[in-house]
Structure formats: structure tokens, C-alpha cells
């Protein structure tokens, strides 16, 4: 293989990386204002370094992350709970992510509305977990919430 060719298959790749990489940025920016701009109190606390992934505080106690994973052109977003420490993190859902910005092959990532939409559902078992111990006078933690959301993700 030639230099010439190398430096346009390396043109290639770096310009597909790029494109993937803008448009999780426009994924993080659209999730981030669909958040702060919504009228809706979610309890949700913003520490933010979309490089890596969004991190959002849950009432106070545990963190929730939002991250793009599998390595280098990794498509996969991650939706994880953990302790308000980052410890003890768990899987809670994962969407794909295009790189003509795509989620789950339908929703723009530059449609706030319809980012956060799907961001909510992602963690409705978060909420319906927390609920329902709230309801009921049980304590909840951190393994009953994965799972839980882990068993709903799955059906």
C-alpha cells in the first residue's frame, strides 16, 4: 500500500470519527437542554464532561451517566445508575448512535424534545422503582434499582 493510500483511507477514518464524535456532542447538547429547559422537575443535578459522558445527580443519592462506549468509532450509549460517589455503577439501558445522527435509527440528535423523550424512557424504572418504594415505606438500593430497570430493558 502506497503513502497516498494510506493518508486517504486515514483521511476517511478520521473524518467518519469526527462526524461520530459531533454528533454525541449534539446528542450531550440536546439532552442537556431538554433537561434545564423543561418545566418538568426531574430532580436532576448536571455535571457534564461530554468527551467522556453526561452525569446527572438523582435526588441527591445516585448518579446517573449517560456515556458512549465500545472504543474508538463505539456507537453504543450506555445509561448506567450508581452511588451518588460514582461507585457501584450498574447498566440501566443502550441505544445506538449513528453517525448521521441517529438514535436508535430514528431520533435527531438535534430534537431536544424527542432527545429527551427518549432519554426518559431509557430511566422510567429508575422512576417507577423509587415510586413505588416511596409508596410503599420500603428502603430501595442501588441493586434493586439496576435491576429492575435491567429486567424492563430486556422485555
Known sequence: MTIWEISEKADYIAGRHHL????WRSY?????QGITLSKARLHHA?????EQQLSFELFGHF????SLTGGFNGHTIEYAIANKDGSD????AKAQLTSDGKVD?????HDREK???????KIATVYDSLYAAMENDTPINLSLLASSAHASALA
Open 46 to 50: 448536571i455535571g457534564c464532561a461530554p
Open 105 to 109: 435509527g430514528v431520533i435527531s440528535t
Open 89 to 92: 455503577k450498574r447498566l440501566i
Open 20 to 23: 461520530l464524535q459531533e454528533e
Open 28 to 32: 450531550c447538547n440536546a439532552l442537556v
Open 115 to 121: 432527545v429527551l423523550e427518549h432519554y426518559l424512557e
Open 63 to 66: 448518579t446517573v451517566t449517560v
